[in-house]
């Protein structure tokens, strides 16, 4: 039997449902309250560092939390059930300049997220589903410099604050992105979880240096490079005036001639980032604006998993 | 400039558009849309690395484009080439249309179908199409119209050199066609060769440059004609084209050439090749046999072709002429005689009707199927019948001669020419001297008779008379022949008209013993040289049965020849210069009579060649057989008792015959065994022996000498060295000299003339007037009717009239009666007037009329054969004239029309176009970067892997792990 489209959770995943919710916060509360219900019985409950109790282990469970130690006493499986950690500090980091702002209008009549749109959605939503677990997490928007700053906290409250911040932080100027990461570096005192949403459209020297400054501060950095599908495909055709945004210089041209050219450059390009973040240890996420955003919830909660389970002794 | 276009405002407009690829790129430049776009890095990093090649390539179909309009407008403009005038004949232009009206134009192949013969589709091509064609040109045009045949100027019959030819107007077309209404096929062959002379001719009035020249050449195009004149066609086309003249060769013949169809079809036509007496004089109440030769140029068989013939416009119902089949492709000879009497038509002239001896026998092809010429289905022929033939028979003086006594030299002679089957003929008789004093012409033949000596100048008299008259000389050598002037003037090495040399000394004569040995031998003692010789002339009618004629003399003459002896003859060798002439052959020769034990060396010879060679297995069955008659050659060879020769003869025939008794399979085919390749040599041995052993010495030997015949015996025609002619075998006797005499005065018969050849008669020098009268005589047999209806004969002029005159000529030691006007197909009679000589007797008139004849018919070899030339050979033959035209083709007609030639007219533009339009289009889908659905994952794969929502294959160092994939 056909689900029909209401019963399906992650129908708020699909960019083109979340742009017809205007309220950034409802946007994120549907979105992880979709994404959730489509983990089902989701293991994510329950980490912690301080142990609690032990229950009997059920099909599904993390192996790594079975307490071999009872095992060799009993012979029975059983896991470690521990006090959940609520000073997990998370930020996330949004480009809020210019070039986020691509196609905008377009998006907007087609009823689909631009490069920024998406990006603040997918940070409101990041920002909800940790304090939803009771983590802690902070925003920092920037362009050519940081605009706004949310510290972390995980009261319920704190969600307005972040969609205050999102929204008002209109995309403008010039990215300079080692400036901005070390500010972001200078306010967040003790060691974090560190999610940059941003296209990256800069020079990719002072880019790779911010990002391992934040890697020096033994942040886990992870990286969503956000592009419109228009950047990744070129799919313009006819005499088109390209007007650089971020003080870049205008092109006319015919966009059939230069596309190869152009796509040549971009893989170029995306490799240069893809291995410059992987060689200093962040993660990175291609993210296109059409792509479900469960796609980087995923990618994100994978991270803070990893975050908190790395002091974790077994 | 806009003299170059035949539309030049569509040419202004074609380069205004030339400019819209280039406005269209303005354009586009001014319509854009504008796009704000932040990954402008890339794209400036692609503009500058693709520029210079996208530069190149935009700019090359760019042009390619303005090549294109610019064709375009060029061809609707109607290009006309870079010199416009070139195209366009500017000057006058005379048009000289050279008609062939020669009788293969008469093809009535087409009219069958409704059409016309090829001759009404000339004249319909050049007043219908030709000249409204010409006549369209914005320059002055003009017009001679020559007729092939003759080269006769049709627009001006008087032939004034003056007359300007004709302006080619509406009047102009229509004078043309009164001239050609009355105009028909003429009977005369000729080459195109002399049209194309006369045309050239026509222009030679022509000042410098001024006047354009164009020739147009009208005809049925044979292969025949083009074949034979191929290389003076060739150099007669190129004398006119070097001069600038345009030569038209339009092929009027039907079915009309087509492209796909380079031999085209042809019509079936069958005609008369030649008809010919083998007597041109004969008294009356004679016969005389024609050879009809029938041609079928055709390619399909025909069956029961008959021949109806004439003797002076009167059907012959004794004659029958029947082809059962005649193949295509093929000719067919039949004989028929006719008998020169009244009851046949014949007459033989009077005083009043001195003409009336010339009888014209005409014969015309009946039940012919599809025949496309009428004309060729003519043939005449003339035969003067006289009352009596005249023989001069020359012998030693009467005391001499002794001609009334049956030991004189010439008594036999005089008794079969006055008393027996030869009574057509009428004897006179005379010495060497008169040789000097007649007129030799007025025989039919003349006979030497053991005459001892000749003068130089009766050598001479005698050899004009048979070189040059076509009279025939029978010599028969006797016991007083002078062989020392007969070797220096009658033979004289071989130039003389005595076909050999004679031996120093005749044979002598026989012993008892010998005739005895001869009379007990049964063997014959003529013998027929070899088998063809019974086809000669001299023999055929011997050795060739014919309806009505005695199937059996050959056989009667043959036994004859056994019981005929001859005891003294000339022994002339069969070595010289005389063997390898090919105009001299010996028809009846002697055995021979040498010891047969003068062979026996050959025979051992003979035996061993064979004996060398028949060894092997394959020779074993015939091994028996050869045995047994070499056996029996050696036996008679050796034989003590000197057999006659003749029984080694025999049996060196029964060695070379294949089968010795007919029917009986079991003996060896001998054949076979002279066939194997290791028996050549034994063969031509026993071949050599076998005739060498048969024939003796020749005895009969016939020649042509010049237009006429001389025929030479080793023997007289009296005893004691022969008794042949008085003896036993005078069957034999009566009927060879029959065919002697038939052969000695059928010399002179007429050559196959055509229609137009000239016709040369020598005379002897002062003894004619130098003016002869000619006249014309023919029946035509088309319109003879079933029946007896006899048709009247047509003469030009008709009796009463004076004839025409012609001139005669001294040259070369002789007057010549030159004649070159024969138009008609019949008889041509020429009247001279001979002068009497201080030689002559007294009683002979003064002058003395004398009557010639000469036929000249159809040129059915020339005509006949409508087989067309290959389209391809026009090329090759005549080599710089414009491509062959079909009367269906009009299209070439606009070149007449001066209708200026563009562009369009081409096809290299249209192909160019295309060609352009071709690499266009290639540059446009090359340039037009349709995206391709591989270009993505090609050129950028990392973009490739996120459209595709999955995780990009690393390329190298150390990747990620693979991100997760949405929603997972």
Redesign the interface.
Known sequence: MAKRPEDDPRRYLDPQVIARISQLDLRARSVVEGFLSGMHKSPVYGQSVEFVQHREYMPGDDLRRIDWKVWSRSDKFVIKQYEAETNLRSYVVVDASESMLYGADQHRRRGTLYKYDYTATAAACLAYLTTKQQDSCGLITFDEDVREVIPPRSSARHMDAVTKALHVSKPKAKTDPMKIMRRVAESMPSRGLVAVFSDFLCDREPLFKGLEMLRHRRHDVMVFHVLDDDELTFPFSGMTKFEGLEEQPHLLCEPRSLRDGYLEALEEYLVEVRRGCTKIGVDYNLVRTSDYLDAVLSRFLFQRMSSRAAPVRR | MMSFFLNPWVMAAGLGLAATPVIIHLI??I?????????????????K??RRK?VLE?LLLLLLRILLVVLAGLLLSRFLGSDPSASKETRPVLHVVVLDDTPSMGDTGAAAAGGKDAFARAKSMVTDKLLPAVAKASTPQTLRLVRLSDGADLLNPSANPDRPADAITTQGIEAVKAALAAEKPSPLHASVVPGLKRAKEMFAGLKGNETARVVHLVSDMRSADWTRDAEAITQAVKELTDEGVKVHLIDVAAPGRKVDRKSPAYSDNVGIVELKPRNRVTAYEKEVEFDIRVKNYGSTDLKDVRADVFVNGATNHFVNVRFDTLPGGQEATQTFTVTFNSTQGATTGTREDPLGRFNVVTAMLDNTGSDAIAADNVRHAVVEVKEKLSVLLVTRPPDEDKPTSKDGDSFSLRLLFEETKLSGTEVVSGTPADLDKRDLREFSSIYLVNIPALTASQVANLERYVKVDGGGVGVFLGPNVGVENYNNLAYRKGEGFLPFPLPPEPTPPLTKEQKKKRDDTLAKRILLRDAAAKSHPALRGIYESKAGADKDTAIKVELSFMITSIDQHWPVARIGKWREDRSIQELYCLPNDQAISEFEARVKKLTEAIKAKYGEAKFEKYRGTVDGILSRMRELAGDPENPPLTELAREADKLLSDQISEGDASEALLREFWSQPEMAEARSLAQALRDSSRFGDPLYVARKYGSGRVAVFTIPVSAPWTNWPLGPGLAGWVAVMTELQKYLSGGSTDENRTIGSPLDLPFELGRYKPEAAWSFLTYDAATAEKGNQKIPPIRDPVPGQPGKKVALDSRDGAMHLGFGDSKRPGVYLFALTRLKRDTDPTSAPSERPEYHAAVFNFDTEQEGDLKRVHTDDFARTAKGAEEVHSLEDDAWLGVLEQKPTDLSSGRWIYLLILCVLIFEQALAVR???H?RPD??EM?????A???A?RT?VP?E????AA??????
């Open positions: 586009n430049r319509r854009f849309r504008r796009v704000q776009w932040a990954a402008m890095e890339f794209l400036l990093k692609a503009q690395k693709m996208k935009q340039l037009s970067y995206n270009e993505l050129f950028a794969p990392s973009a892997a996120a459209m929502g990009v390329t160092g150390a990747e990620p991100a997760a994939e949405p929603g997972a």
